[in-house]
């Protein structure tokens, strides 16, 4: 594969969770090869922080996935966006099982993982479908059973919405194609970071492969779940 559309035409990107660890990797990263970024998080005073860490120019805004209405409101704000990276995810189940997993868990984690990411598509999709040009990253995990065998059970709500964001990614793609939009799902590894603090990987270095799928030529695959080949994650 090439790379370097979206940082060609200089391209506006816009991540979720980009206040810390992957997202804000994955911000500084495709800032760094030319594209305008949009780094969003939860708390505004964070994502102001992490842009300016950035570099000049880098916007920063609030955005709370599980808001209803967040999504649709910061779109009016800062107009369409090329490249979308919804990042932002939880992990709230770690070592239970599916059998006594506390659902109010699992469902906290659909909110967030599955939900809130579509609530972003839903925002940011439409206008890349009209303006003829879209990158989509989904940043999903190899919980989701990629090499075949069973899904993670050690945390099975994150697990299954993961999965389910996978789904998602496919009905996105079909629902593109042709469009000259491009929606992906990625896995990028163990990485070190806040929810796997153990890890070698570092976020700059999962960033440059998020990086390289968000910025996607435009005979580049869609609808797929891409690999970063150092790990499960
Ligand atoms: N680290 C790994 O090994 C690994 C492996 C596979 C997949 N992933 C995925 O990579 C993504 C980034 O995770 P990470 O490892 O960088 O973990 P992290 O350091 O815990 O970062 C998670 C990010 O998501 C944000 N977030 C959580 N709930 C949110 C909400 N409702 N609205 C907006 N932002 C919200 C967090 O914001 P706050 O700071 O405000 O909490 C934080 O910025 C996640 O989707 C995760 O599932 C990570």
């Known amino acids: 594969m090439t790379y370097g559309d979206a940082a060609a035409e200089r391209r506006t990107a816009l991540v979720t969770g980009a206040n810390r660890g992957i997202g804000r990797a994955v911000a500084a990263e495709l800032y760094?090869?030319?594209?305008?970024?949009?780094?969003?998080?939860?708390?505004?005073?964070e994502a102001r922080a992490a842009a300016a860490g950035i570099g000049p120019g880098a916007r920063s805004h609030e955005l709370d996935i599980t808001d209803p209405d967040g999504a649709?409101?910061?779109?009016?704000e800062t107009g369409?966006?090329?490249?979308?990276?919804?990042?932002?995810?939880?992990?709230?189940?770690?070592?239970?099982?599916?059998?006594?997993?506390?659902?109010?868990?699992?469902?906290?984690?659909l909110r967030v993982n599955l939900l809130g990411s579509w609530r972003v598509a839903q925002a940011f999709v439409p206008p890349m479908v009209g303006r003829g040009w879209g990158r989509v990253v989904l940043v999903s995990s190899g919980t989701t059973a990629e090499f075949g065998g069973a899904l993670f059970t050690g945390a099975p709500g994150y697990s299954i919405s993961k999965s389910a964001l996978n789904g998602l990614t496919t009905m996105l793609a079909a629902q593109t194609a042709g469009?000259?939009?491009?929606v992906n799902a990625v896995n990028p590894g163990r990485v070190r970071t806040r929810m796997m603090p153990t890890q070698q990987t570092t976020p700059?270095?999962?960033?440059?492969?998020?990086?390289?799928?968000?910025?996607?030529?435009?005979?580049?695959?869609?609808?797929?779940?891409?690999?970063?080949?150092?790990?499960q994650g």
């Not at 996607?216 to 150092?230: N, Y």
Request: net charge negative.
């Open 32 to 45: 760094g090869r030319g594209l305008r970024v949009v780094v969003t998080a939860r708390n505004a005073d």
């Open 72 to 76: 649709a409101r910061l779109s009016k």
């Open 80 to 109: 369409p966006v090329d490249v979308l990276v919804c990042n932002a995810g939880v992990l709230l189940d770690a070592g239970t099982d599916p059998l006594s997993a506390p659902l109010e868990l699992v469902e906290q984690t």
């Open 179 to 182: 469009s000259g939009v491009l």
């Open 204 to 231: 700059e270095e999962a960033a440059r492969f998020i990086a390289d799928v968000a910025t996607l030529p435009a005979d580049g695959p869609t609808g797929q779940f891409l690999t970063e080949r150092r790990g």
